[in-house]
């Protein structure tokens, strides 16, 4: 289904809808609100950019100077080109972890969160293979449990009430009937995972930023899940997409203070881990993913959209995000950011969702890393209507319409047909959502005797 | 050609061309304890001055004496930990104190290093925890906090206030998987 089929499924509950893009909003301002006391945020914003710029510009080295260094602190790198391969390393680095081989019983995983390994759908794979699987971010454990993938990548479980999670917990963790005190469903997750944190073999972690001169990585979390996690099991297993080195360890200064003012409106999260070597007698993977990276490097017009820091302000700020909901997006990276990574992994499941703004801006205007998404966005409009992806009636209508506008008689005629049309016909017909889609919340406006060119030419001084 | 070597031909075809590296320049700002102790506050931690590090002892006793499994070096402590303890004494933990390096006033963070922590898991299993800082280690910002630090180790983390989340509903819920309450005592 495409963007506006799936929107429209979600519009449906009024309240619901008005509830999320308020809950949304309310992060925004959150974030306004974290960054006007640093006087420097617009040029930290600049320098992120530029940072990041120069490092894509410079990646194969960068690449190489971290695996280099990470080798050197005792840690395995392994390269996987797509999804599929990621997915299969991760697999073998669990079988041949020496901690683990020859375990009787199912091998236990924990995992913070990892957008990643949502994008490599690495969840079922394990699963499929005999391995059981723990999402410990307790935004992913509600959606783990109702079998939905997330919605936001900071906030997964943004699109659920507290009485939605009450049930799910009600049913998966034996809580009380009816119970929806936010405090007391978290206590209850607490104590679930943190008997699956001390049973657990492996614990894999995403990263947010890889640095090219130690070989280190760090992952911010709020929960605490990603250390907990890491810490208590004999193998952790990093997973990044290559887009997240930065050269130098000054670097992360500029970041980390971008990072949680622009997702939640927090000065800093509460934990900002930084991994360079693994704990004595144990282990440490990192799998650099390709997975249609290197392409979007290719596209002149889309590379910076490599940039992203995930922090998701581009989503809570988005008009369009906020009323249609992350799922409409049918991608792992809803919203603006994600409309313009998608088409890049496949144009046409994804040709509907470039279209899925309103070119506002905002979305640029609040990015940390000063990507033109809303840029990008029309950029994708001329690719989708290029490769021949827009939908019949866009398609047909676009080209009458540019022969009708290139023929100022017929143009003039067709004007004046449909103002007298509106007046005479009824309002049903004029607004029928069938055949006017553009009609299905809007009114059209009473329409004018006579258009600006017959009032021009009826005015104009001879 | 294996994956390696194809993902980085292919970085190398596709990169634009080069683009050098912005200088970082100086970012100023209020280090003082008063701006770090109000940005603690604001993300659900506390900060106690004290006179003196051989105080510590008494804070503790004042603050945590229904606790009963306290880890600390700094302290007396119930429970012995090393690098080598088990998960399931960890779990036990109510308590760790343990010694911060450099605290950041723009954000409240404390900057703890491997060594500091005891075992890698401490600072997070434990149900309750405070760190403990030197006052004139405060910075104020990341920046300054990186320039600080010499290195950043084998592992470490910076802190900032308690474990929190606000997955249900965007409710601020104190106390995830991490600490319940985080305590900063100044020396």
């Known amino acids: 289904m495409n963007h506006p089929a799936l929107a429209e499924k979600f519009a449906k509950d009024f309240n619901r809808t008005t509830w999320h893009d308020e809950t949304l909003w309310f992060v925004r301002q959150k974030r306004d609100r974290a960054i006007y006391p640093i006087p420097e945020f617009q040029e930290l914003r600049l320098l992120a950019s530029q940072i990041k710029d120069h490092t894509l510009s410079n990646l194969d080295n960068y690449l190489l100077q971290f695996e280099e260094n990470a080798i050197k602190n005792g840690v395995k790198v392994h390269w996987a080109a797509d999804g599929e391969e990621h997915n299969r390393i991760v697999l073998d680095i669990i079988r041949n972890a020496s901690s683990i081989k020859g375990k009787t019983g199912p091998i236990k995983m924990v995992k913070s969160k990892s957008m990643l390994t949502e994008e490599c759908h690495l969840n079922p794979f394990l699963q499929k293979n005999g391995v059981e699987v723990v999402d410990t971010d307790l935004g992913e454990r509600i959606v783990q449990f109702r079998n939905e993938p997330p919605s936001h990548i900071v906030m997964p479980a943004i699109h659920l009430k507290k009485e939605d999670v009450g049930e799910t917990f009600h049913e998966h963790l034996g809580t009380p009937k009816g119970e929806k005190d936010p405090q007391a469903l978290t206590e209850a997750a607490r104590q679930h995972l943190r008997q699956k944190f001390v049973e657990a073999d492996v614990a894999l972690t995403g990263v947010n930023f890889a640095v090219a001169e130690t070989g280190s990585f760090v992952v911010c979390t709020n929960e605490g899940n990603a250390d907990l996690g890491v810490n208590l099991a004999n193998v952790h297993i990093a997973c990044m997409g290559m887009e997240k080195l930065i050269p130098k360890v000054e670097h992360l200064s500029v970041f980390i203070r971008l990072l949680a003012r622009s997702a939640t409106g927090q000065p800093v999260t509460t934990y900002t881990s930084h991994f360079t070597k693994p704990a004595d007698g144990k282990e440490m993977h990192i799998v650099i993913v390709d997975n249609g990276r290197t392409q979007q490097l290719g596209r002149s017009d889309f590379r910076n959209s490599l940039k992203c820091i995930r922090c998701g302000a581009c989503m809570n700020t988005c008009p369009v995000y906020r009323r249609s909901g992350g799922h409409s997006y049918d991608f792992t990276v809803p919203g603006p950011i994600g409309a313009i990574l998608s088409p890049n992994i496949d144009l046409h499941k994804y040709s509907s969702l470039p279209f899925a703004s309103t070119l506002c801006g905002s979305c640029s205007d609040v990015c940390p890393v000063k990507i033109d998404i809303h840029v990008q966005l029309y950029k994708w409009r001329q690719v989708v209507s290029k490769e021949n992806e827009l939908p019949a009636a866009k398609k047909w209508g676009m080209k009458g319409l540019a022969k009708m506008l290139a023929m100022p008689k017929v143009y003039d005629l067709g004007g004046k047909v449909a103002r007298s049309a509106l007046r005479i016909l009824p309002h049903g017909m004029t607004h029928a959502q069938s055949m006017n889609p553009w009609a299905k919340a809007r009114e059209l406006p009473d329409a004018p005797k006579q258009s600006f060119k017959e009032w021009y030419s009826k005015n104009k001084k001879s | ?187």
Request: proline share 3%.
């Open chain 2, 1 to 187: 050609m294996t994956s390696r070597e194809k993902i980085l031909a292919s970085v190398k075809a596709n990169k634009p061309s080069f683009l050098e590296l912005p200088v970082i320049s100086a970012f100023e700002g209020d280090g003082s304890i008063e701006r770090f102790k109000t940005v603690l506050a604001g993300i659900g931690g506390h900060a106690i001055e004290i006179d003196s590090k051989t105080d510590c002892q008494g804070v503790i006793d004042t603050h945590y004496s229904d606790l009963k499994n306290v880890a600390s070096k700094l302290v007396k402590a119930s429970v012995e930990i090393d690098i080598n303890t088990s998960k399931e004494v960890l779990e036990q933990v109510d308590l760790a104190v343990i010694d911060g390096i450099i605290g950041v006033a723009e954000n409240g963070a404390i900057w703890i290093p491997e060594v500091n922590m005891i075992n890698r898991a401490l600072p997070f299993i434990t149900q309750h925890l405070v760190l403990v800082l030197d006052k004139t280690y405060i910075v104020a910002n990341m920046h300054e906090a990186y320039k600080k630090l010499d290195t950043i180790g084998n592992y470490g983390a910076f802190i900032a206030g308690p474990s929190k989340t606000a997955d249900i509903e965007q409710s601020l819920v104190i106390g995830a998987h991490g600490a319940r309450s985080m305590m900063v005592i100044l020396y």
